[in-house]
């Protein structure tokens, strides 16, 4: 293990000298600096900011971090994981690290320098790599999507699925053209490639494609490019919760009532909101104890060899949104492909 003594030698400096880098001291002149944050990513060294870690009897402390903690899916997911980690007696530590991946890191790398033992994420930028040298000391444990350029275990669900189910549902009530709203996120790419092959496989056009910002003004404008076009859409497939609560004020908006919405994403009004929306259901709280329990495997038992990709199914949960105009649907839970059973891979 690289300590802080191998990178004051490799530096040329005294290890308080690095002591005082790490701990962004202003008193250390810009070359001694750059110097030492070198020789730190040279030698992959993990600085320890309480100088001792759990084995040596520090109390136990787990990390959860995900993009918002006020969004329900997290949020049901952050309350699984503190359940399982209350069985062991456990803390969690719970940061959000927001939906701007240059703040990733920075967020992360404050709760891995707290000697957590472990660490569950819900990663948001592309590139993960950064996370080897932590990976080599810590657990870590993805959930909702897999680490981009970094071999770690994940937890994810199955967005493609849901997307063709949310899509095939739509058609099956007789929408013939369907538009998508959402991201440009990995998991937002996964749900546009599910709506595109339910339109193959009912050999209906992909035209209305909207991927970008979420916010009421911008979908608003959008719904009136799309809904302007030679072949409107009389229903929308959204990517996320986000956009679905957008999509419904933008609606409301331009008076449009006639217009089927399916979200992927339940949110706490959405079955209140007339129409109620019709969903497909994440279920945090499975992903979240799945995620636990893998961490706490790894921590039990370091080096045994386990499935690194774990898909948990989704499901369908009809209510009024999804119908043509005049009629009646009966709103039930699960029509569709969401009852298969998790796949690790």
Same mark, same amino acid.
């Given at each position: 293990?690289?300590?802080?003594?191998?990178?004051?030698?490799?530096?040329?400096?005294?290890?308080?000298?690095?002591?005082?880098?790490?701990?962004?001291?202003?008193?250390?002149?810009?070359?001694?600096?750059?110097?030492?944050?070198?020789?730190?990513?040279?030698?992959?060294?993990?600085?320890?900011?309480?100088?001792?870690?759990?084995?040596?009897?520090?109390?136990?402390?787990?990390?959860?971090?995900?993009?918002?903690?006020?969004?329900?899916?997290?949020?049901?997911?952050?309350?699984?994981?503190?359940?399982?980690?209350?069985?062991?007696?456990?803390?969690?530590?719970?940061?959000?690290?927001?939906?701007?991946?240059?703040?990733?890191?920075?967020?992360?790398?404050?709760?891995?320098?707290?000697?957590?033992?472990?660490?569950?994420?819900?990663?948001?930028?592309?590139?993960?790599?950064?996370?080897?040298?932590?990976?080599?000391?810590?657990?870590?444990?993805?959930?909702?999507?897999?680490?981009?350029?970094?071999?770690?275990?994940?937890?994810?669900?199955?967005?493609?699925?849901?997307?063709?189910?949310?899509?095939?549902? #739509?058609?099956?009530?007789?929408? @013939?053209? /369907? +538009?998508?709203? *959402?991201?440009?996120? =990995?998991?937002?790419?996964?749900? !546009? $490639?599910?709506?595109?092959?339910?339109?193959?496989?009912?050999?209906?056009?992909?035209?209305?494609?909207?991927?970008?910002?979420?916010?009421?003004?911008?979908?608003?404008?959008?719904?009136?490019?799309?809904?302007?076009?030679?072949?409107?859409?009389?229903?929308?497939?959204?990517?996320?919760?986000?956009?679905?609560?957008?999509?419904?004020?933008? #609606?409301?908006?331009?008076?449009? @009532?006639? /217009? +089927?919405?399916? *979200?992927?994403?339940? =949110?706490?009004?959405?079955?209140? !909101? $007339?129409?109620?929306?019709?969903?497909?259901?994440?279920?945090?709280?499975?992903?979240?104890?799945?995620?636990?329990?893998?961490?706490?495997?790894?921590?039990?038992?370091?080096?045994?060899?386990?499935?690194?990709?774990?898909?948990?199914?989704?499901?369908?949960?009809?209510?009024?949104?999804?119908?043509?105009?005049?009629?009646?649907?009966?709103?039930?839970?699960?029509?569709?492909?969401?009852?298969? +059973?998790?796949?690790?891979?």
């Amino acid at each position: 293990m690289v300590t802080m003594r191998d990178v004051a030698q490799r530096a040329g400096v005294s290890a308080k000298t690095v002591s005082r880098v790490i701990n962004n001291d202003r008193y250390v002149s810009a070359d001694v600096r750059e110097r030492v944050e070198r020789a730190i990513d040279e030698l992959r060294y993990v600085p320890n900011m309480l100088a001792v870690s759990f084995r040596t009897g520090r109390d136990a402390a787990i990390g959860v971090a995900v993009p918002g903690v006020a969004d329900p899916f997290f949020a049901s997911i952050i309350d699984a994981v503190e359940r399982e980690a209350s069985k062991r007696d456990v803390a969690v530590i719970v940061t959000s690290v927001g939906w701007e991946p240059s703040h990733e890191r920075r967020s992360l790398e404050a709760v891995l320098k707290r000697q957590v033992a472990g660490m569950i994420i819900c990663p948001v930028g592309r590139d993960m790599s950064y996370l080897r040298p932590w990976q080599e000391r810590t657990p870590l444990v993805f959930v909702d999507r897999e680490p981009g350029r970094l071999t770690a275990d994940a937890v994810v669900q199955d967005d493609l699925g849901g997307g063709f189910d949310a899509t095939r549902h #739509l058609i099956s009530h007789g929408h @013939r053209s /369907i +538009a998508f709203f *959402g991201d440009d996120t =990995f998991t937002g790419m996964l749900r !546009l $490639k599910g709506w595109q092959q339910a339109l193959d496989e009912a050999g209906l056009p992909h035209d209305h494609v909207h991927i970008g910002e979420h916010d009421v003004a911008t979908l608003t404008a959008a719904l009136q490019r799309v809904l302007a076009a030679p072949d409107p859409p009389s229903a929308v497939f959204s990517s996320n919760a986000r956009f679905t609560i957008a999509l419904v004020s933008a #609606l409301q908006r331009l008076r449009r @009532r006639d /217009i +089927a919405l399916v *979200g992927f994403g339940d =949110f706490p009004t959405a079955a209140s !909101l $007339k129409p109620a929306i019709t969903v497909i259901h994440q279920d945090g709280d499975a992903m979240g104890r799945f995620a636990a329990d893998r961490l706490f495997a790894r921590w039990d038992q370091p080096g045994r060899r386990m499935r690194r990709r774990t898909v948990l199914p989704v499901s369908l949960v009809t209510r009024t949104s999804c119908a043509t105009p005049g009629e009646r649907v009966r709103p039930g839970h699960g029509d569709g492909d969401g009852a298969k +059973a998790a796949k690790s891979r």
